[in-house]
Structure formats: C-alpha cells, structure tokens
C-alpha cells in the first residue's frame, strides 16, 4: 500500500501520521513489538510500514475511530470499530464533535485548544507552530495544523497526555521531559503522548 506523497495535501498527511504514533503509544510500554510493523483488524496477515497504515488513513473515510492491540507477532493491529451508541466513549466523541463544530473547544478536552495559548506565548503563527510529540520509544515534530486537522478527523479518546510549555524546564522539579531537543527543533511545547511513565504520572 503506497501514496504519492505529492498528491496528498500535507496536513491530512501529517495528521494521518499522528494517528499512527498515537497508536502505537497506547500498547504498554512494557509490551514488545516489532519496529514499524501495523496491520489492520480487517486484514491482519498484511503487513504494513506506519507510512502506509498513514497512506491508508489519508484515503479512508473519515471520522476514524480507532484503538490499537498487539497481535502475538508483536505487530501493533489497528481496530476502527465505531463504539457503541449510549457508551462512555461515543458520549464522549458526541459531545466532542459538537463543540469543535461550533467552535466552543476548550483546553480540558481539546488538544488544539490546549495547545494555542503556548503558540501565542511563543510568539509564532499558528501555520508556522509545531509540536515536539513524544512517547515511551520515540519522538517526532508535527505541525500545529496536523494536530489541528487530526483532531476533527479521528476521534478523540481516554488516552494519556501531557502538555508542557518550554518554561516548564525552569520549575524546581520539572516534568523528565527532553526540552532542550524541542528548543533545538524549535517547537512551541512537548505534547506526551499514550501511556505515562511512573515520573510523569
């Protein structure tokens, strides 16, 4: 499964791409998986790369509900099972939707509303933002506009995540987080993604 990258519009991209990091931070930390191998529920004995599982994200439908589990193989498999109508997290995505539908999105739920205040600190243009994104085994720049778009293409979850400012790293006991690679990068904050270690919890 391949895209011509240069005729995919960049932000569905990187959002798609986003969707795949924050999906193989959901599967425990403790747990071993094979580097870079995904496969979806529907279709588990193919094999794919995170850029073509982010290939397929890009053209499927969307919204995109998904959770990951890791198959005995140690691939990280992808279900896109919509939940249940009345349960806690299709409440939760219900009400989501509507409030980025009507522009009401506020920091305690909306990952783009959370992050626009530390863009306006740093001084930087929301076109021009990006985001040092981290988990347990990796870490990636995304776009401001990725997280943004991603947030009203794939649903929003129960997962862990912390957002830190750079001036966090001044604090008497700050948060074991890599701010000198985000200033290096030149992001505007760390977003931790998936599950938290024992010394961010």
Same mark, same amino acid.
């Given at each position: 499964?391949?895209?011509?990258?240069?005729?995919?519009?960049?932000?569905?991209?990187?959002?798609?791409?986003?969707?795949?990091?924050?999906?193989?931070?959901?599967?425990h930390p403790s747990v071993p998986l094979q580097p870079d191998a995904y496969a979806l529920?529907?279709?588990?004995?193919?094999?794919?790369?995170?850029?073509?599982?982010?290939?397929?994200?890009?053209?499927? =439908?969307?919204?995109?509900?998904? *959770?990951?589990?890791?198959?005995? /193989?140690? +691939?990280?498999? !992808?279900? %896109? &099972? #919509?939940? $249940?109508?009345?349960?806690?997290?299709?409440?939760?995505?219900?009400?989501?939707?509507?409030?980025?539908?009507?522009?009401?999105?506020?920091?305690?739920?909306?990952?783009?509303?959370?992050?626009? =205040?530390?863009?306006?600190?740093? *001084?930087?243009?929301?076109?021009? /933002?990006? +985001?040092?994104? !981290?988990? %347990? &085994? #990796?870490? $990636?720049?995304?776009?401001?506009?990725?997280?943004?778009?991603?947030?009203?293409?794939?649903?929003?979850?129960?997962?862990?995540?912390?957002?830190?400012?750079?001036?966090?790293?001044?604090?008497?006991?700050?948060?074991?987080?890599?701010?000198?690679?985000?200033?290096?990068?030149?992001?505007?904050?760390?977003?931790?993604?998936?599950?938290?270690?024992?010394?961010?919890?």
């Amino acid at each position: 499964m391949t895209t011509d990258r240069e005729d995919v519009d960049h932000v569905a991209w990187d959002a798609a791409r986003f969707e795949v990091f924050r999906l193989r931070a959901t599967i425990h930390p403790s747990v071993p998986l094979q580097p870079d191998a995904y496969a979806l529920g529907s279709d588990r004995r193919t094999i794919l790369t995170g850029d073509e599982l982010a290939a397929w994200f890009v053209h499927a =439908p969307k919204p995109q509900i998904c *959770r990951a589990v890791r198959s005995s /193989a140690g +691939v990280v498999v !992808v279900l %896109n &099972d #919509a939940p $249940q109508p009345g349960s806690p997290p299709h409440t939760w995505y219900v009400h989501t939707r509507q409030m980025l539908q009507d522009g009401l999105g506020d920091a305690s739920f909306s990952l783009s509303a959370a992050i626009r =205040p530390l863009v306006a600190a740093a *001084r930087v243009a929301l076109e021009d /933002a990006t +985001v040092l994104c !981290v988990r %347990n &085994d #990796a870490m $990636q720049v995304f776009p401001y506009s990725a997280i943004d778009q991603w947030e009203r293409e794939y649903a929003l979850s129960f997962d862990n995540w912390l957002l830190s400012s750079l001036d966090e790293a001044s604090r008497p006991d700050p948060p074991r987080l890599p701010y000198a690679e985000a200033r290096a990068r030149g992001t505007v904050c760390i977003l931790w993604v998936g599950r938290r270690p024992p010394a961010l919890s």
